[in-house]
């Protein structure tokens, strides 16, 4: 009915299998993940004729340590994987690191100036050899961490984006897009930071709000001026005009003319350029091209020249009396100089705006005009927005489509050059006059006087983007690469989508012949603390995921992850919840113990449907709707349900129903009890299956225990057999009523879980008369015998209950505590129904207010037919 199809023999008849009494996860986690990796299971081979899955690991910095988003973007990663490779797949997930360039340069800098030297002090090459030294001695603890999680990668094959492969194939796609006229050399306005001494990519700029001043200035004299404002005063300096609109007549008069720029001897004129909104401010604005993107295209635009006033420190570089100021000190300088002229017509402070600031170390950044390589993107982004429209590549969740077009039909050309030292080294070389030559992998770099090869990197995303295919041996024609590319799935965060995947959507295209990189991209959100919040060190609500794994277990850890991830949705998640999986994992524990304790068994087919009983059937009908339930999650990337549903089902129906129901036919012995031994050991068997790629550890102790076979890890993934018994499942679904509505009746009249009470069942002719036995177990219900008197009866799912009461509960106190229950439930029914009724309030009260009455109503109408209900049961007298 399941199928239970496994590697190997399983063990002997006569041996008995045994658990320590409680699950102590750090005694066996790390020897369990090292015999995963010592017999290889994580490991691929390119000639196999398995079908492939493949999926690269978003290659972690070299500089960083594990925290929760690592953590929850390698579980998900690590759920699919395991799955596929119990589901007969040859499967790669491919691990690397990323050399992060800004960030391992600043880290290695500062290491530097605790000797109180520069990079400078060492020279470019001593420089990057101390790099790879650090490296080799710091760098990259996040893969030690990573086998703390469970992660199931493929080790031999690690990778690092400036490994010889790697940087082979980096330096081959550069000149394909080189001799292809897609990357060039231009100046342009680019984000510089002036901390770490390189432009920024635009998607690498994090903006936030600012407090400066926005001051207004008259510019010109005599009738001849203009107001402008700015919220950077010192970037006047390098104005070479002041732009208003063609069709503002204000200014007409002025357009064409050349006005003073205030503390300079330079004048500048006046143009009209469309750009400029003349209902904002003055309606006029200076123009500064070198140093603001806007002002460069007008300076485009008009011919106009560009004067550079800050240098790459961001200290005014104009002859005059700031030259030498750093630009926060000029700023404030200049203000007063102007005042001092007169020329200051207002200032507004505070004034809270948005300012761009270096995702790397802070640091507010400078629009600044700098001579920097490019990739041209037109044709790639086209192609990278086809794909998706073509249905080539999926994008899971569906509503993100939109997001990726929305930038990939608008991209910009590619900054690609970064002012470090560490990193891919652009592959040009420059002659004495002007000559550049751009050198592949196999070609030798023109030698003689006055040739050197450029001295700016390659920024990190472009290696990254190459990564579904250097990784496998691009540029050459590996088995590898023909067996694994495309990748079968890209799972990352939504915030990944244009710094990443973006680039390896358009070289993928681009450099494999317009193969797609991989099939389905599926968005994730981010981490966040219990109320939704970021986490950040300095909101003091980070969390390091290892200690929650040494307290908890890193199933428990992996499990709170998965249940929480939604597709492209943010992740709540609180140290409670950690510590509610942990139960869980013991939960599953104390229940497998359970049944091994009472004979549980995988040996054997499993009995035929005529010698299962009701609840066998029932679990066995049940299991099937689950795996068949896993399977379309699994497919859907839909992590929460898939774990919800499995929680739920192990705990709620295995757990609490059918082991217990389970445990009447233990007592009683017999063909039932071995009939339920197999089932047990069948339902077990399937559901340890199919929770292993979220909760691996503690799986694969309890599978291996039970099955005595070799791992979890290579067993065939369970298969939905068909077998569905509806009629079982409703005979149980009784059973359940009956329970449950007793059960509730005992705690509403405080009776004790464990205390019982003597009880007459009339199931005769019922789906319930074989249940009787269990149900009396279940409620801790006695027979009734001599001198049973029933004080309550109670109606439920076609059938009587009857019970004596007599001795174990006060009927008059309960009486007077229900009685006034119900008149407190009365009285809400009758003003919700007030409210309801009175047309005025309904007309002028929101939706969401009449909702949460409405929901007071019916809530009050069930409590008083509850209460009704344990009145008329109590003992008359």
Known sequence: ?????????????????????????????????????????????????????????????????????HAFEHTLIDALTRRKRMQGYETLWQPGMDHAGIATQNVVERELAKEGKSRHDLGREAFVERVWRWKAESGGQIAGQMRRLGNGVAWSRDRFTMDEGLSRAVQTIFKKLYDDGLIYRAE???????????????????????????????????????????????????DTAVAVHPDDERYAHLVGKRIKLPLTDRTIPVVADTHVDPGFGTGAVKVTPAHDPNDFAIGQRHGLESVEVLDERGVIMAHGPFQGLDRFEARSTIVAALRAEGRIVAEKRPYIHSVGHCSRCGTTLEPRLSLQWWVKVETLAKAAGDAVREGRVAIHPADFSQRYFDWVDNLNDWCISRQLWWGHRIPVWHGPNGEMVCVGPDEQPPTGQGWSQDTDVLDTWFSSGLWPFSTLGWPEQTQDLAKFYPNSAMVTGYDLMFFWVARMMMFGLYAMDGAVPFHTIAFHGMVRDEHGKKMSKSFGNAVNPLDWMDKYGSDALRFTLARGANPGIDVPIGEDWVQASRNFANKIWNATRFALMNGATVEGPLPAAGELSAADRWILSRLNAVVAEADAYYDDYQFAKLSDALYHFAWDEVFDWYVELSKTTFLKGGEGARVSRRVLGEVLDVVLRLLHPIVPFVTETLWTTLTGR?????????????????????????????????????????????????A?????????????????????????????????????????????????????????????????????????????????????????VVAKIRARLTTAEQDITRIGAQLEALPQG
């Open 1 to 69: 009915m399941t199928d239970n199809s496994q590697q190997s023999p399983g063990r002997g008849p006569n041996s008995t299998p045994e658990l320590p009494t409680q699950y102590a996860p750090a005694e066996v986690e790390g020897a369990l993940y090292e015999r995963w990796v010592e017999r290889g299971y994580f490991e691929v081979d390119a000639k196999s004729e398995k079908p492939p899955y493949t999926i690269v690991i978003p290659p972690p910095n070299v500089t960083g340590s594990l925290h929760l988003g």
């Open 188 to 238: 342009r306005i680019i984000n510089w930071c002036p901390r770490c001494l390189t432009a920024i990519s635009d998607i690498e700029v994090e903006y936030q709000d600012d407090d400066g001043e926005l001051v207004s200035i008259t510019y010109g004299e005599g009738d001849e001026t203009v107001v402008v404002a700015t919220t950077r005063a010192e970037t006047m300096l390098g």
């Open 710 to 758: 070799e791992s979890v890890v290579i067993a065939p993934w369970p298969q939905y057999s068909g077998f569905r018994d509806t009629a079982a499942e409703a005979e149980i679904a009784e059973v359940q009523r009956v329970v449950t509505e007793v059960r509730r009746f005992r705690s509403d009249q405080g009776l004790q879980p464990g205390q019982k009470v003597p």
């Open 760 to 848: 007459l069942l009339t199931l005769d002719g019922t789906v319930l008369a074989p249940h009787e036995d269990a149900i009396r177990q279940l409620l801790r219900l006695q027979a009734a015998g001599d001198g049973f008197h029933a004080t309550a009866t109670l109606p439920v799912a076609g059938v009587t209950v009857a019970l004596d009461l007599s001795g174990t509960i006060d009927v008059a106190a309960e009486r007077k505590r229900l009685t006034k229950d119900l008149g407190l439930a009365e009285k809400e029914k009758a003003q919700a129904e007030a409210k309801l009724g009175n047309e005025a309030f309904l007309a002028k009260a929101p939706e969401p």
